[in-house]
């Protein structure tokens, strides 16, 4: 594992190198209890799909990555979009990236694109938020319960080890809380002009189907897919399929 400092913090990544020439490089954002080795082995097999340089990341505060000093905010998602994502991508000289982003981590490729619209070659989302609907917080709300009455604490703990209590608990308290209620990013999608893949499970048990139909809404051409027997994890409850539809999108970029 390297680290790269980033805005004055340590955050951990792993860059899996391109297989071929002239092919633009993938960045995976995770999910909100996410990180660099909740991947899994998903980055290294789309590294092999695509032939693409795949650069996969935990943000400050998840995994092996240092947290920031304050405490979140509703808009945790802006600023990773609107900051902390900029500097990566200076920092490692990515020119022209494909932003690939799981659950929160495809809410910030959308903020990211609609703020700088030039920079991305391409977004794909699996299981984004545009928006808080009432199954979302539904889902955030038996998650807590699973907290408190399962070994959920323990197996996030394998991997956000001492950050884990702080990880769960500003993720959950944020995305409960009343200011977090009218949380929304429709206009930044309406500001995005590169191709647009978004892909949603029929069983996501934190968004209905509306979370990526906006998005055609809004982006006409965006390419919709839309998985039976998946949740909220696409890359792992259908991964071939979504393997091929990433390789079928970066392919055709």
């Not at 405490?71 to 945790?76: E, N, S």
């Not at 893949?197 to 139909?213: F, H, K, P, S, V």
């Not at 259908?238 to 990433?246: N, S, Y």
Request: glycine share 8%; with cysteine.
């Amino acid at each position: 594992m390297k680290h790269i400092d980033i805005n004055g913090l340590q955050l951990e990544y792993r860059d899996y190198p391109a297989a071929e020439a002239d092919r633009p490089t993938l960045l995976l954002l995770h999910e909100g209890l996410g990180c660099v080795h909740m991947w899994r082995d998903f980055p290294a097999k789309l590294a092999t799909a695509t032939g693409c340089r795949v650069i996969v990341w935990s943000r400050a505060g998840y995994g092996g990555s240092q947290a920031y000093a304050e405490p979140r905010t509703p808009r945790y998602m802006h600023r990773e979009a609107e900051q902390a994502l900029p500097a990566l991508i200076a920092a490692l000289d990515v020119e022209r990236p494909v932003l690939i982003g799981h659950s929160d981590g495809g809410s910030i490729a959308l903020i990211f694109a609609g703020t700088f619209p030039d920079v991305p070659v391409g977004v794909a989302v699996l299981a984004p938020h545009g928006f808080v609907e009432e199954l979302s917080l539904a889902g955030i709300r038996e998650a807590r319960t699973a907290w408190e009455n399962t070994d959920l604490p323990k197996k996030l703990a394998r991997y956000h080890h001492a950050q884990t209590e702080r990880v769960f608990g500003e993720w959950n308290d944020t995305w409960l809380s009343p200011a977090f209620r009218d949380w929304n990013i429709e206009d930044y999608v309406g500001k995005i002009r590169c191709p647009v893949l978004a892909i949603q499970g029929e069983d996501d048990e934190y968004g209905t189907m509306r979370q990526i139909d906006f998005i055609a809404e809004r982006l006409p051409g965006t390419q919709l897919l839309k998985l039976a027997q998946c949740g909220h994890t696409p890359q792992r409850d259908q991964e071939a399929v979504v393997l091929e539809a990433l390789t079928r999108f970066v392919g055709g970029l």
